[in-house]
């Protein structure tokens, strides 16, 4: 499955500098729905991701505050196409191994 939409980028406040993007609810049902019996660890489910012209490999993670997933973005690929906390990213996501 391929999934596109806009969400903003935030940073974790707890340890660390993660940054996030929060998916919309109604492709977040779709996902759970879809990897009911194919989740890895933590309930995490393997995506490709593009992200303008930067295109990896990662998961996104069940979020039980925000009902969603979240999609980590990793310091390269923020320092590459040059966003930060609070950009609204336009975002593509593959689901892997559905």
């Known amino acids: 499955m391929r999934y596109r939409f806009r969400g903003a980028l ?3 406040t707890g340890e660390g500098a993660w940054h996030f993007v929060t ?17 890895a660890g933590f309930g995490s489910v393997p995506v490709t991701v593009t992200v303008g ?5 990662t998961s996104i993670f069940p979020d039980r505050k925000a009902a969603s997933y979240l999609l980590p973005v990793k310091k390269q690929v923020r320092a590459r196409e040059g966003i ?12 892997r191994n559905t």
């Open 10 to 12: 935030w940073m974790h």
């Open 23 to 39: 998916l919309p609810l109604e492709i977040a049902d779709e996902i759970d729905e879809l990897t009911t019996t194919s989740r």
């Open 53 to 57: 012209e930067t295109t990896w490999q």
């Open 84 to 95: 930060d906390d609070g950009d609204d990213l336009e975002i593509e996501l593959v689901l």
